[in-house]
């Protein structure tokens, strides 16, 4: 799914959801999913609604759409499976070393937003240095730009 639609993404996780609680097997992707809603229990009930699909999620109300965070935590594990950007794997590490993994994970999907947010804004492809200059930042270690 390298460009999937939003009822694309809602239905993977509401079906990795669902499969993982029904004990059924997962594929490797679902696997890795099924682990991420695990750490969210807060999402536990959406999931599992009826309203799943369909419901909004307004940034004026003040949270982050769901789906937005839990497809943002499976790029991290995927670039932290291939180490891409370069670099972005140590920086993770260090990170998680300083405050648990899932808090890591936090930090990384933090600066991930941050430079989705900036490429959208601009127009422009997302800056994979700056991306890992923010990671490195949070670890406490020198950015690469400077």
Same mark, same amino acid.
């Not at 890591?104 to 937003?113: K, S, W």
């Given at each position: 799914?390298?460009? @999937?639609? /939003?009822?694309?993404?809602?239905? &993977? &996780?509401?079906?990795?959801?669902?499969? !993982?609680?029904?004990?059924?097997?997962?594929?490797?992707?679902?696997?890795?999913?099924?682990?991420?809603?695990?750490?969210?229990?807060? !999402?536990?009930?959406?999931?599992?609604?009826?309203?799943?699909?369909?419901?909004?999620? @307004?940034?004026?109300?003040?949270?982050?759409? @769901? &789906?937005?965070?839990?497809?943002?935590?499976?790029?991290?594990?995927?670039?932290?499976?291939?180490?891409?950007?370069?670099?972005?794997?140590?920086? &993770?590490?260090?990170?998680?070393?300083?405050?648990?993994?899932?808090?890591?994970?936090?930090?990384?999907?933090?600066?991930?937003?941050?430079?989705?947010?900036?490429?959208? /804004?601009?127009?422009?492809? @997302?800056?994979?240095?700056? !991306?890992?200059?923010?990671?490195?930042? /949070?670890?406490?270690?020198?950015?690469?730009?400077?």
């Amino acid at each position: 799914m390298f460009n @999937p639609t /939003r009822e694309q993404v809602r239905e &993977f &996780f509401i079906e990795a959801w669902r499969k !993982y609680q029904a004990q059924e097997v997962l594929s490797a992707l679902e696997t890795i999913a099924a682990g991420i809603v695990l750490e969210h229990p807060e !999402y536990h009930p959406l999931l599992s609604g009826s309203d799943a699909m369909t419901r909004e999620f @307004p940034p004026e109300d003040g949270q982050i759409n @769901p &789906f937005l965070h839990l497809s943002l935590h499976l790029a991290i594990e995927e670039q932290l499976s291939i180490d891409q950007p370069s670099g972005i794997r140590a920086a &993770f590490e260090t990170l998680r070393r300083l405050r648990g993994r899932h808090n890591a994970m936090h930090d990384v999907l933090d600066c991930l937003g941050e430079t989705m947010f900036k490429a959208l /804004r601009d127009k422009a492809p @997302p800056d994979g240095i700056a !991306y890992l200059d923010s990671v490195r930042r /949070r670890a406490g270690m020198p950015p690469l730009a400077d």
